[in-house]
C-alpha cells in the first residue's frame, strides 16, 4: 500500500530588518576591518598586519641574515597558507617594497633576483626571486620567542601569530609608512634611524620633551632616494607638532661647465616615491608642446646611479631660472603629504605628533624589557631548581645509584627519600652516568653561582624603573650602531635648502615677455587688457549695456587682485588676461568665485601694499597685499563675514586717520593706530550702526585733510581744523557728513 504524501513544511517566515542599520552594522564591521587590519600602522613597530606576518613567516623559515636565501614562492605560500589570506599577489607586491633601497629606507628583506628599480620596472615574479632577512629585520624580532609580546590565533585557528613585534629600534618613523583606510588615511615619511634614536634617548632623559626640543634632533623626513627638502622651519615644526602637513621635496642638480661656454644641469637625486621613466616621459611631452620654451633637450644617462642630464635653449639662459621652470611644471618638484595616523597602543586610530610617535615606542620598548626579564628570570629559577637537585645527587651519588637500581618505582623513592620535586626527580632520572663526574659538579656549583648572581640583577631591574630607562638607552645606541654605523647608511641623503630668492619673479619675466598694458574692468564683471597704457578710454565699446567700471595701467607679468563679498582675494595673472578687440571674458572664468557672491573691486597688486578691508557690518582691519595672493583659483580668505553681511571696502591704507561713512550718512574720522593689521579675520568694530552698515571708508593723512570727489568729478579736500567736528573714537556712530558730500555716500 503507497504511503500516504506528506506535504513540505511552509517556509518560515523572513524576520524583517531595518535596511538602514543592516547597512550600518555591516559597513562598520568592514571599515573596522580595514583601519584595524590592513591599512594603518602600529605606533609601537610601525607594520602594517601584511608586513608583520611576512617577517614572522621567514622567522619560522629560518631566513636570519647570512642564511641560504629561499624562493620568495616558498615564503609567499608559506604566509598566505598560515597568516594572511588576502591573495598571493598583494603578499608578494608587500615583500618587493621591504626589498628595495629606493621604498625602504631600512630595508627588511634582502633580495637576490629582479626586485624592480626606480624607473617603475616591475620585479620578477616570485618563482624567480630569492630572500631572506636584514639585520633591521633580525632587530624587529628580536625576543619574540621570549614572551615579549603577545600572540593571538590565525584566522584558522591552528597556529599563533604575534601582535606586535618587539621592534628594537623606532621603525614607524624610520622607514615610515602608507596607507588608505575606510574615512581615513596614512602617510609617514621615512627619517634618519641616527638622528631618531638621539631624539629618543633626550625623551628618555627628559619626559616631558616637547616635539619642538625633539626637532633639535630630527630636522626633518630622510628620504632613501634623497633629495632636498626646501620648506621653512617654521612650517616643517607646525608640521611635526599636529602630526598633518606635507613637505615640498626637489631634485637635487648641479651644473656642469663645457667646452665654449657650453653647460648643462645634471640631477643626481629627485623626489621619493618619482619613477625616473615617467619623469622623463612627462618632461619630453612638454618639451614636444613648447611648454618648456628655456629647455632644449632631455636625456637620461643613469646607470646604477640616477643622471638626468638637461641641456638649455641657448647659453645664456640662467640655470637657476631653467630649474625653477622644471620645479614648477614637473614632479622634479613633489609634495610628500605627511599624515601620522597610526593605531594607537595597537587599538585607537589617531593622529599624533613626533613625541607622541617616539613616546609609543618608548613604552613598548620597557614593556618588552620586563615581559623578556621576567621570562628570563623563570627560566632561571627552572634552571636553579633543576641544579639544586643535581648538586643534591654528587652529595648522595651510591644512594641515588641504589635507588635507580634497586626501587620498582624510582622517581617516588627519589622524591620521598630527599626531598625532591617532579621536576628535579625527573631530571636525575634522564641524566647519563656520564655526566656524573667529578668536573661536571664543579661546573654545576660555578652555573649556580651565576644563575644566582643573574637573578638577583634582573629582581633588581625589576623592581627599579630608572635602572630600567638605563638598560633601555644601553639598548637604542647598540642599535645606533648596529644599523647606522654603515656610512652609507647613516649619513643623510635628503639636504634642507631655501629657495633662491626671486627666482618666481625671475620664472614669470622668462616666461612672459614683459609688455606694458591698459586692464579693463566693467560693471557687469568682464575683465580685458589693452596694449600699451591707454589713457582716453572714451572710444571704449562694451557689450550690450555695459559700461567702464574701473581701468588702471599694468603690465603681462604683473597680478590683479579681486576682492568677492564673502571676503574672499582671487589672484590673476595679467599676462593670461584676454586681449585683442573683443569685449573680453567674465571673472568668473578665472576665479572659482562662488555661485550668489559679487565681486566688489578690481586692483593691481603691489608689493607690500598695505590695505583697509572691511565688511558692511562695519567690522574691518589692515592687511598687506602679500598676505592676500593665492595660488589656486579657489583664491584666499581674507575678511571673515557672517551672513548677511557682506566684504565692502577695499582701499589703500597709507595714512595716520580712517574716514568712514554707513548708510545712515554719518561719518565718523579716528585714529589708523586703533585699527590692527591681520592676516585674515573678522577684525575691529570700525563705526558703530543703528540700522544698516558701512558705505566707504578712505584712509588719509591728517596734515594734507580729508579729500572726496563729487559725482561731476571735482575733488574738495577739507582740513584738519575743519573735521573736528567729525574726529572721534573708533566704534563711536559719528555724524552727518560735511556740506556737499556726494549723496551715495561714497569719497570717490
Request: one cysteine or more.
Given at each position: ?7 513540505p513544511a ?5 524576520d524583517?530588518i531595518n535596511?538602514?542599520e543592516a547597512?550600518e552594522?555591516r559597513?562598520?564591521?568592514?571599515a573596522?576591518?580595514t583601519i584595524?587590519g ?5 605606533a609601537r613597530?610601525?607594520?602594517?598586519p601584511v608586513h608583520?606576518?611576512i617577517?614572522y613567516g621567514m622567522?619560522?623559515?629560518k631566513l636570519d641574515?647570512g ?12 604566509v ?7 591573495g ?9 617594497r621591504l626589498?628595495?633601497?629606493?621604498s625602504s629606507?631600512y630595508?627588511m ?5 629582479n626586485f624592480?628599480?626606480?624607473d ?7 618563482r ?15 625576543g619574540i620567542n ?7 590565533e590565525n584566522?584558522?585557528g591552528?597556529?599563533?601569530e604575534?601582535?606586535?613585534?618587539p621592534a628594537a629600534f623606532?621603525?614607524l618613523?624610520?622607514?615610515g ?7 581615513m588615511?596614512?602617510?609617514i615619511p621615512?627619517h634618519?634611524?641616527?638622528e631618531l ?5 633626550y625623551l628618555?632623559a627628559h619626559p ?9 634632533f630630527?630636522?626633518g623626513?630622510?628620504?632613501?632616494t634623497g633629495?632636498?627638502i626646501v620648506?621653512?622651519?617654521a612650517i616643517i615644526?607646525e608640521?611635526?607638532?599636529t602630526?598633518?602637513?606635507?613637505f615640498r621635496v ?10 665654449r661656454?657650453v653647460?648643462?644641469t645634471?640631477?643626481t637625486e629627485?623626489p621619493?616615491?618619482v619613477?625616473?621613466?615617467r619623469l622623463?616621459e ?7 608642446d613648447?611648454?618648456l620654451?628655456?629647455?632644449g633637450d632631455?636625456?637620461?644617462e643613469?646607470?646604477e646611479?640616477?643622471?638626468?642630464v ?7 639662459v640662467?640655470?637657476?631660472i631653467?630649474?625653477?621652470s622644471?620645479?614648477?611644471n614637473?614632479e622634479?618638484?613633489s609634495?610628500f603629504?605627511m599624515n601620522m595616523?597610526?593605531?594607537?597602543d ?8 613626533l613625541?607622541e610617535a617616539?613616546?609609543?615606542?618608548l613604552?613598548?620598548?620597557r614593556e618588552v624589557?620586563l615581559?623578556r626579564?621576567r621570562?628570563?628570570?623563570s627560566?632561571i629559577?627552572?634552571r ?12 648522595h651519588?651510591d644512594e641515588?645509584i ?10 617516588e ?5 630527599f626531598?625532591?620535586s ?7 632520572l634522564?641524566?647519563r652516568l656520564?655526566s656524573l663526574r667529578?668536573l661536571?659538579?664543579m661546573q654545576?656549583?660555578?652555573e649556580h ?5 643573574e637573578?638577583?640583577?634582573i629582581e ?5 624603573e630608572p ?6 638607552t644601553?639598548q ?5 650602531k648596529?644599523?647606522?654605523?654603515d656610512p652609507k647608511m647613516g649619513r643623510?641623503r635628503?639636504?634642507?635648502e631655501?629657495?633662491?630668492?626671486g627666482?618666481a619673479l625671475?620664472l614669470?619675466?622668462a616666461m ?8 579693463v574692468y ?7 587688457t589693452?596694449k600699451?597704457?591707454?589713457a582716453?578710454l ?6 550690450g549695456?555695459?559700461t567702464?567700471?574701473?581701468?588702471f595701467?599694468?603690465?603681462?607679468t ?12 582671487f589672484t590673476l ?6 586681449g585683442?578687440?573683443?569685449f573680453g ?5 578665472y576665479?572659482d ?5 559679487d565681486?566688489?573691486?578690481?586692483m593691481p597688486?603691489t608689493?607690500?601694499q598695505?590695505?583697509l578691508?572691511?565688511g558692511?557690518?562695519g567690522?574691518g582691519f589692515f ?11 579657489k583664491?584666499?580668505?581674507v575678511?571673515s ?7 565692502q571696502v577695499?582701499v ?7 574716514a568712514?561713512?554707513g548708510?545712515?550718512?554719518k561719518?565718523?574720522?579716528?585714529k589708523?593706530?586703533d585699527v590692527?593689521d591681520m592676516?585674515r ?6 563705526q558703530?550702526y543703528?540700522?544698516g ?6 584712509v588719509?593723512k591728517?596734515k594734507d585733510?580729508?579729500t572726496?570727489?563729487?559725482?561731476a568729478g571735482?575733488?574738495f579736500t577739507l ?7 567729525w ?5 563711536e ?6 556740506k ?8 570717490s
Amino acid at each position: 500500500m503507497a504511503k500516504a504524501h506528506t506535504p513540505p513544511a511552509p517556509p518560515a517566515a523572513p524576520d524583517p530588518i531595518n535596511l538602514r542599520e543592516a547597512l550600518e552594522e555591516r559597513y562598520l564591521a568592514y571599515a573596522l576591518s580595514t583601519i584595524m587590519g590592513r591599512a594603518l600602522p602600529d605606533a609601537r613597530d610601525g607594520l602594517k598586519p601584511v608586513h608583520r606576518r611576512i617577517l614572522y613567516g621567514m622567522h619560522i623559515l629560518k631566513l636570519d641574515p647570512g642564511t641560504a636565501f629561499k624562493k620568495c614562492a616558498k615564503i609567499v605560500g608559506d604566509v598566505m597558507g598560515s597568516f594572511h589570506p588576502h591573495g598571493d599577489q598583494a603578499i608578494y607586491d608587500a615583500l618587493v617594497r621591504l626589498a628595495q633601497d629606493f621604498s625602504s629606507r631600512y630595508p627588511m628583506i634582502e633580495g637576490q633576483g629582479n626586485f624592480g628599480n626606480i624607473d617603475g620596472d616591475s620585479a620578477a615574479a616570485y618563482r624567480y626571486t630569492e630572500a631572506r632577512m636584514t639585520d633591521a629585520a633580525r632587530m624587529l624580532l628580536e625576543g619574540i620567542n621570549e614572551d615579549a609580546i603577545d600572540f593571538r590565533e590565525n584566522y584558522s585557528g591552528d597556529q599563533k601569530e604575534p601582535i606586535v613585534l618587539p621592534a628594537a629600534f623606532p621603525n614607524l618613523l624610520a622607514n615610515g609608512a602608507q596607507g588608505i583606510a575606510v574615512g581615513m588615511a596614512t602617510s609617514i615619511p621615512p627619517h634618519n634611524l641616527g638622528e631618531l634614536c638621539d631624539a629618543a634617548l633626550y625623551l628618555v632623559a627628559h619626559p616631558k620633551a616637547s616635539t619642538d626640543q625633539l626637532l633639535t634632533f630630527v630636522p626633518g623626513p630622510d628620504f632613501p632616494t634623497g633629495g632636498i627638502i626646501v620648506d621653512q622651519a617654521a612650517i616643517i615644526a607646525e608640521t611635526y607638532r599636529t602630526g598633518r602637513g606635507s613637505f615640498r621635496v626637489r631634485a637635487k642638480w648641479e651644473k656642469e661647465e663645457g667646452a665654449r661656454g657650453v653647460w648643462v644641469t645634471v640631477v643626481t637625486e629627485i623626489p621619493y616615491g618619482v619613477q625616473k621613466s615617467r619623469l622623463i616621459e612627462k618632461i619630453a611631452e612638454l618639451l614636444n608642446d613648447k611648454k618648456l620654451p628655456l629647455l632644449g633637450d632631455i636625456r637620461d644617462e643613469s646607470a646604477e646611479d640616477v643622471r638626468i642630464v638637461f641641456e638649455p635653449k641657448a647659453r645664456t639662459v640662467d640655470p637657476v631660472i631653467m630649474m625653477e621652470s622644471l620645479f614648477r611644471n614637473t614632479e622634479l618638484e613633489s609634495r610628500f603629504p605627511m599624515n601620522m595616523n597610526v593605531l594607537v597602543d595597537g587599538v585607537v586610530p589617531r593622529v599624533v605628533s613626533l613625541a607622541e610617535a617616539l613616546r609609543q615606542w618608548l613604552d613598548h620598548r620597557r614593556e618588552v624589557l620586563l615581559r623578556r626579564s621576567r621570562y628570563r628570570l623563570s627560566e632561571i629559577e627552572h634552571r636553579l631548581e633543576v641544579l639544586a637537585g643535581m648538586l643534591l645527587v654528587f652529595l648522595h651519588l651510591d644512594e641515588v645509584i641504589r635507588i635507580i637500581r634497586e626501587e620498582d618505582e624510582p622517581k617516588e623513592a627519589l622524591k620521598a627519600r630527599f626531598k625532591l620535586s617532579d621536576v628535579q626527580a625527573n631530571y636525575i632520572l634522564d641524566t647519563r652516568l656520564r655526566s656524573l663526574r667529578r668536573l661536571e659538579e664543579m661546573q654545576l656549583r660555578t652555573e649556580h653561582d651565576e644563575l644566582k648572581k643573574e637573578k638577583a640583577e634582573i629582581e633588581g631591574l625589576l623592581a627599579d624603573e630608572p635602572q630600567q630607562w638605563k638598560t633601555i638607552t644601553w639598548q637604542i645606541r647598540e642599535a645606533k650602531k648596529k644599523l647606522n654605523g654603515d656610512p652609507k647608511m647613516g649619513r643623510r641623503r635628503t639636504q634642507f635648502e631655501t629657495p633662491p630668492e626671486g627666482a618666481a619673479l625671475e620664472l614669470e619675466e622668462a616666461m612672459i615677455e614683459r609688455e606694458p598694458v591698459t586692464v579693463v574692468y566693467s560693471d557687469k564683471g568682464w575683465i580685458r587688457t589693452l596694449k600699451g597704457h591707454v589713457a582716453d578710454l572714451s572710444s571704449l565699446q562694451f557689450k550690450g549695456d555695459d559700461t567702464l567700471k574701473t581701468a588702471f595701467f599694468s603690465e603681462t607679468t604683473s597680478k590683479v587682485l579681486v576682492l568677492a563679498t564673502n571676503g574672499k582675494v582671487f589672484t590673476l595673472d595679467v599676462g593670461k588676461l584676454p586681449g585683442g578687440r573683443g569685449f573680453g571674458e567674465p571673472v568668473r572664468l578665472y576665479a572659482d568665485i562662488e555661485e550668489g557672491e559679487d565681486i566688489v573691486c578690481v586692483m593691481p597688486y603691489t608689493a607690500g601694499q598695505r590695505m583697509l578691508i572691511a565688511g558692511s557690518d562695519g567690522r574691518g582691519f589692515f592687511v598687506n597685499q602679500d598676505e592676500m595672493l593665492s595660488s589656486t583659483r579657489k583664491g584666499r580668505g581674507v575678511l571673515s563675514v557672517d551672513a548677511p553681511s557682506k566684504a565692502q571696502v577695499l582701499v589703500e591704507g597709507d595714512g595716520d586717520y580712517i574716514a568712514a561713512i554707513g548708510q545712515n550718512r554719518k561719518m565718523l574720522i579716528f585714529k589708523a593706530a586703533d585699527v590692527p593689521d591681520m592676516a585674515r579675520g573678522k577684525g575691529v568694530r570700525l563705526q558703530r550702526y543703528k540700522d544698516g552698515g558701512i558705505v566707504d571708508a578712505r584712509v588719509f593723512k591728517m596734515k594734507d585733510g580729508l579729500t572726496w570727489t563729487d559725482s561731476a568729478g571735482r575733488n574738495f579736500t577739507l582740513p584738519r581744523a575743519e573735521l573736528k567736528d567729525w574726529i572721534g573714537n573708533r566704534a563711536e556712530a559719528g555724524r552727518l557728513p560735511p556740506k556737499g558730500f556726494p549723496k551715495n555716500n561714497r569719497f570717490s
